[in-house]
Nanobody, 121 residues
Framework: QVQLVESGGGLVQVGESLRLSCAAS????????MGWFRQAPGKEREFVAT????????WYADSVKGRFTISRDNAKNMVYLQMNSLKPEDTAVYYC??????????????WGQGTQVTVSS
């Protein structure tokens, strides 16, 4: 079992940055790929980024490529999402997830409760 708790969300202006953190509990954390997804009001939850258990592979949605960076620290059971050059369309609840290296929500078994990111113009 892995329990996930996100933090770091907030209200920022267009062009600013935020770093989201996801704290994981459970001894098997390092064996899972970790992903970030987001859900805007009235929209489906969508893939943002994922990172393999060893950090040797990362995958980003086209909408965030070049602006967001996913990373993890297995020694600390932490996953991060550095978000730069934020846009109003990045406004959403961001979820951390643990599972298989994939863009698909169905491949992730564990989910956090989400953290709100609001980008104001």
């Amino acid at each position: 079992q892995v329990q996930l708790v996100e933090s770091g969300g907030g209200l920022v202006q267009v062009g600013e940055s935020l770093r989201l953190s996801c704290a994981a509990s459970g001894r098997t954390f390092s064996s899972y790929a970790m992903g970030w997804f987001r859900q805007a009001p009235g929209k489906e939850r969508e893939f943002v980024a994922t990172i393999s258990w060893s950090s040797d592979m990362t995958w980003y949605a086209d909408s965030v490529k070049g602006r967001f960076t996913i990373s993890r620290d297995n020694a600390k059971n932490m996953v991060y999402l550095q978000m730069n050059s934020l846009k109003p369309e990045d406004t959403a609840v961001y979820y951390c997830a643990g599972g298989r290296y994939s863009r698909s929500r169905s491949m992730y078994d564990y989910w956090g409760q989400g953290t709100q990111v609001t980008v104001s113009s």
